[in-house]
């Protein structure tokens, strides 16, 4: 036989070897019923396409069409149907295996040149080294999760987009959500890391240093983000600190200027009284209190804004993220924390760097609690005031309802248990395993989201097939309770996995205790079922439309809002008893989904009026962004549904830049959010930075100061900020901010 030369799919050639063909036919034979001594059969049909080359006078010739050749020879006499049928199941798995791999390098390739940015974490830098990497590392660890490691049941809830798994990417690995830290203890006792341990703090200005420290430190335990819960009342101890210290400066300031300046008339002398001797005494230590004092404000103020710059440029994560970072602050009466939270706002409203930019990290929430800061007679109602100016400018801090009814059974006298949230507006309710309403140590372990759009259109479907009997709602609600177990079967189907993690994956974060409830005799169990599993859903608004033709702005649409939510709520209370898991009711943030959900549900139904005509759904309970009405009017409508959520919610109202100078206006508007028990409450204002001279306002694309085009123009995403909104925004998320319409 001349030689003839194969071509593979790759290009590259090779000499023909009917061995291959004995080779491959075999295996088919095996895996029919390992009748090995059918071999003969293979041996024919390696000779028969042999003597086809010679008949043709083949010299070149694909890989496929020896596979062709191959499948027709075993077809075709029709004696081992079942010998072909393997055979071609077996051309057919390796193909898939190799277009797997292809589209999966594709990918990684796409990835790693940041071809085709899509902005799906604000966070992220997808154009620089560690952004191309991460995200290269997220879509082969996506991947994997989806084919490898989740149910059936939950793979396909996925990709038919009904039940998200959020953060995919992390997954596999096996780590968890978010935390709030216990920096009450952390820094009380230190802390080991791997490479050295580190002492209690013995001054603010440590005190705040070690915040971002451990900030850091615990961001790289886990996916999402972490938050201090009280960090006025935290950092008393440390004030007092830096306090003595400064006092006791002050009295050997005081005596060296007694010493240099009158030294000649000091007391002892006859003509001094004991008053006198008295007064002066008082005097010294009087000089060295204040003093102390003022030295003490300086350094808490220096303390701050040092945290701040750590937390704005300290790019730790993979893709050049900076950590999730909140703290929330605002009900220590005490001088001290007093002094925390003036400093905490006074540098928010200063700004950030040269151009004093509005700080992204961390985000700021002031803990409004009645009796403490709520009206003019209260202690630190003045520093709810500079709260609202520093908001109507910089857009932080947010407003947690302390009051709020959600956290009942909360103890007044520990702020640990004080409501508090995740920037995002991820909240620790009440925990079944013990802890009660204490918030440290604890954050929620894995979300799932219910896409309700989706659903809505079965229901919808279901109806119109069955002659339009039951009522579409009635159908939808029974398609909707089914989802909701299955996304708990999902949540405990992740849980488990992240239990079976080792504590070696996360040793700062168990060995430090850093989440609570840690006993190693008992696994990482013991601590992660103090943390929330949740329930979380998207496109309320959309969801009542595909229904009932309208939205939760009117009442029939309010109705069956609540009869859903109270669905949700009924559900996870029921989980919650009989899995002795924190199942939690969770109005999603959706920063990525809201979009990515849109696109696959347009390419399935196609645009539907007031359904899907736009880039993304209305996040959660959210009344569309787009609705014109009044502040007072969209907080009459969402508190009317926050109230079924126990493990996060947020919501917030556009305002134009001029509330600026009017901040009675806006101290009205927090506290009709608050007094209608609103749980977790933001105010949107634009900020347009301009990057050449630093002026702040509302202009979009031109400074009106110096006519610089190169502004910076900063939106929310969920709870967080981030950065330029027409760069770090996906495609949805732009449109809708700029479908959002003020609230008069
Ligand atoms: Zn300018």
Redesign the pocket.
């Known amino acids: 036989m001349n030689k003839i030369i194969v071509v593979k799919r790759d290009g590259t050639e090779m000499p023909y070897d009917s061995n291959k063909i004995f080779h491959a036919v075999m295996k088919a034979i095996k895996e029919v019923d390992g009748d090995i001594s059918r071999g003969y059969l293979a041996v024919n049909i390696a000779k028969s396409v042999d003597s086809y080359m010679e008949e043709h006078t083949v010299e070149c010739i694909t890989v496929e069409e020896i596979q062709d050749l191959v499948e027709n020879l075993l077809i075709y006499p029709g004696d081992y149907p079942e010998i072909a049928r393997a055979y071609i199941r077996y051309r057919y798995k390796r193909e898939l295996a190799r277009n797997n791999y292809k589209e999966l390098m594709d990918t990684v390739g796409e990835k790693l040149s940041a071809a085709n940015v899509q902005n799906q974490n604000a966070n992220v830098d997808e154009y620089s080294f560690g952004g191309r990497m991460g995200e290269m590392n997220s879509a082969v660890a996506r991947k994997y999760a989806l084919e490898y490691l989740v149910s059936p049941m939950a793979r396909k809830n996925h990709e038919e987009n009904m039940i998200y798994i959020h953060d995919l990417d992390n997954y596999a690995v096996g780590s968890h959500n978010c935390l709030t830290i216990p920096f009450d203890d952390l820094l009380a006792k230190g802390f080991n890391t791997r490479q050295t341990d580190v002492r209690p703090a013995q001054s603010v200005s440590t005190a705040f240093q070690l915040v971002a420290v451990i900030f850091q430190l615990q961001s790289l335990q886990q996916f999402g983000g972490v938050s201090a819960s009280h960090i006025d009342w935290t950092m008393v101890p440390y004030v007092r600190k830096s306090f003595a210290k400064h006092y006791r400066d002050g009295l050997r300031f005081v005596e060296t200027l007694l010493d240099s300046e009158i030294p000649n008339e000091m007391p002892c002398s006859a003509s001094y009284s004991e008053v006198s001797i008295h007064d002066e005494v008082v005097w010294r230590y009087n000089e060295a209190w204040k003093y102390a004092l003022e030295m003490t404000e300086r350094e808490v103020y220096q303390a701050v804004e040092a945290m701040y710059h750590n937390l704005n440029t300290l790019q730790s994560r993979s893709g050049n993220q900076l950590p999730f970072t909140s703290v929330n602050y605002g009900t220590c009466t005490l001088p001290e924390g007093r002094m925390v939270t003036k400093a905490l706002l006074d540098v928010s409203i200063k700004g950030i760097g040269a151009l004093h930019k509005t700080s992204v990290f961390p985000c700021g929430i002031f803990q409004c609690m009645k009796g403490v800061n709520r009206e003019p007679s209260d202690p630190n109602y003045d520093l709810y005031k500079l709260a609202l100016r520093s908001t109507a400018q910089r857009l932080y801090p947010n407003y947690a309802n302390v009051d709020w009814s959600g956290n009942a059974g909360y103890d007044r006298n520990d702020p640990r248990t004080y409501f508090s949230t995740m920037g995002c507006r991820t909240a620790n309710g009440w925990d079944i395993n013990g802890l009660g309403q204490l918030k440290d140590g604890r954050g929620n372990i894995c979300p799932v989201t219910i896409i309700m759009p989706t659903l809505a259109m079965q229901a919808k479907e279901e109806w119109l097939a069955e002659g339009q009997g039951e009522k579409v709602e009635d159908i939808f609600m029974g398609i909707l309770n089914e989802k909701i177990h299955e996304a708990k079967d999902m949540l405990i189907e992740r849980f488990n996995w992240i239990c079976s993690q080792s504590p070696a994956s996360a040793k700062f974060m168990y060995e430090n205790g850093v989440m609570a409830g840690y006993v190693p005799e008992e696994g990482i169990r013991s601590a992660l079922k103090h943390g929330t599993i949740v329930i979380g859903q998207l496109g309320l608004a959309e969801t009542l439309q595909i229904l009932i033709s309208c939205d939760h702005t009117e009442e029939r649409g309010m109705e069956l809002a609540k009869r859903i939510e109270q669905l949700f709520k009924d559900r996870c209370a029921e989980f919650k008893k009989e899995y002795s898991l924190n199942f939690g009711v969770y109005y999603t943030p959706a920063e990525n989904l809201c979009h990515t959900a849109m696109k696959k549900f347009r390419a399935k139904y196609g645009v539907i009026p007031n359904v899907s005509e736009n880039d993304y759904f209305t996040n959660s309970i959210h009344v569309p962004v787009w609705k014109e009405m009044s502040v007072f009017d969209k907080i009459d409508i969402e508190s009317q549904l926050t109230g079924y959520s126990s493990a996060g919610c947020i919501t917030y109202v556009e305002l134009d830049s001029t509330v600026k100078n009017n901040i009675d206006a806006l101290e009205i508007i927090v506290n009709y959010a608050m007094d209608k028990d609103i749980p977790y409450f933001a105010i949107n204002v634009p900020n347009d930075t ?1 990057l ?4 702040t306002d509302e202009f979009n694309d031109c ?6 085009e190169d502004i910076q123009q900063l939106r929310r995403v969920t709870g967080y900020l981030t950065g330029n909104y027409k760069t770090a925004f996906n495609k949805g998320k732009q449109q809708e901010t700029e479908m959002r319409v003020k609230h008069g």
Do not use: A, I, V
Not at 692 to 695: R, T, V
Not at 703 to 708: H, Q, T
């Open positions: 301009c050449h001279c630093g002026y400074c009106p100061e110096c006519g610089s």
